[in-house]
């Protein structure tokens, strides 16, 4: 799998694309805008997708700390994410 994020970072309600390779293997590449590549784990549960993405640092340097996110597809077709912890 392969989640793109179209930021330097994930936030509540950011879009996501989800790109499904057919791989079940929890191990998966999360991409941001600025560049930044890393390898994350994912999780399916009842339609919706646990992603844990590792702390990393921004293109420019920021600090982020490692979170798990739930993305679940909406009404308009487009996968969001929404914090776990």
Known sequence: MRFI???SHAFRQGRVVVEDDGKTEPECFVEFGDGTVLMGEWHPSDGIIELTVPAYRTAKGTRIVSKRWKLAKGRDDV???EIVA
């Open 79 to 81: 996968w969001r994410s």
């Open 5 to 7: 994020f179209p930021h």
